[in-house]
């Protein structure tokens, strides 16, 4: 300190170099000896201010960085908390759509089944396991074909984008063994991006209803002919009546 007031001194050797013998070699000096030191003195009083100041707005600066830090991560957290709760209600949603749409399958009498763009089975109803067996899946839908049949040409048309529902029919072997006439109605099934994916169709079992048109058909035709028969039978009887009448009188006659 001097006069009470903090100084900041630096101090450095006066050391002794060729040049300063021409006027101190008489004093004994050589060449490096320390003839002594000289010192600046600078007040620490203005610097100190400046340094407390500094000191204020590097604190200030750190406080507020460490208080916008903490509101990043409020809102951050805040943020990945109600991601994870929209992803949490969507998770429950479709559970819930899941359950509701395997509810609505369950009761929908019909078989229903999926398969991919190479005709595969991929997904059944449980209507479809007791139709095809437990072992549907990963095979193909022409495993169950009974005869020839064109029906892969009748719903390419699907296959290759089309909107539309196609109704077909075909006849289609039962894990039992018999033979069965299904009625199909298929649909597209496509990906977010618009690819087609696969298809999913509905088939109701319609031998019996088929086997009594069958019967029907054949009954008309029965009684077409039997109505014909009849006719004919009428026909013939009137024909004889006419040709028994002259006869009749002629005997008369005679």
């Known amino acids: 300190?001097?006069?009470?007031?903090?100084?900041?001194?630096?101090?450095?050797?006066?050391?002794?170099?060729?040049?300063?013998?021409?006027?101190?070699?008489?004093?004994?000096?050589?060449?490096?000896?320390?003839?002594?030191?000289?010192?600046?003195s600078v007040p620490m009083k203005p610097m100190?201010?400046?340094?407390?100041?500094?000191?204020?707005?590097?604190?200030?600066?750190?406080?507020?960085?460490?208080l916008l830090g903490l509101i990043g991560i409020s809102i951050a957290n805040w943020n990945v908390k109600k991601s994870l709760n929209e992803r949490k209600l969507a998770g429950?949603?479709?559970?819930?759509?899941?359950?509701?749409?395997?509810?609505?399958?369950?009761?929908?009498p019909d078989i229903i089944m999926e398969v991919n763009n190479d005709k595969t089975y991929t997904w059944s109803n449980q209507v479809g396991y007791d139709f095809?067996?437990?072992?549907?899946?990963?095979?193909?839908?022409?495993?169950?074909?009974?005869?020839?049949?064109?029906?892969?040409?009748?719903?390419?048309?699907?296959?290759?984008?089309v909107e539309d529902v196609i109704l077909v029919e075909s006849w289609q072997r039962r894990?039992?063994?018999?033979?069965?006439l299904l009625a199909w109605s298929c649909k597209v099934l496509k990906d977010n991006e618009g690819n087609?994916?696969?298809?999913?169709?509905?088939?109701?079992?319609?031998?019996?209803y088929f086997r009594a048109e069958e019967?029907?058909?054949?009954?008309?035709?029965?009684?077409?002919?039997?109505?014909?028969?009849e006719a004919i039978g009428i026909l013939a009887g009137g024909v004889a009546h006419e040709i028994n009448n002259p006869i009749n009188g002629i005997m008369n006659y005679a």
């Open 215 to 229: 019967e029907r058909k054949k009954l008309e035709v029965h009684i077409r002919h039997q109505q014909k028969l």
């Open 1 to 40: 300190t001097i006069n009470g007031e903090p100084y900041m001194r630096l101090m450095r050797p006066m050391v002794t170099e060729e040049f300063c013998l021409k006027c101190h070699a008489v004093q004994g000096y050589k060449v490096d000896d320390v003839r002594g030191g000289i010192s600046v």
């Open 196 to 208: 087609v994916t696969g298809v999913l169709s509905s088939a109701r079992d319609t031998t019996e």
């Open 48 to 66: 100190r201010g400046v340094s407390k100041r500094n000191s204020l707005v590097t604190g200030s600066g750190y406080i507020l960085i460490w």
């Open 175 to 180: 894990k039992d063994g018999n033979k069965r």
């Open 92 to 108: 429950q949603e479709h559970m819930k759509l899941s359950s509701r749409n395997e509810a609505i399958l369950a009761a929908v």
């Open 132 to 161: 095809f067996g437990e072992d549907v899946l990963g095979k193909e839908a022409s495993h169950y074909f009974e005869g020839e049949q064109n029906i892969y040409q009748r719903v390419q048309p699907i296959f290759n984008g």
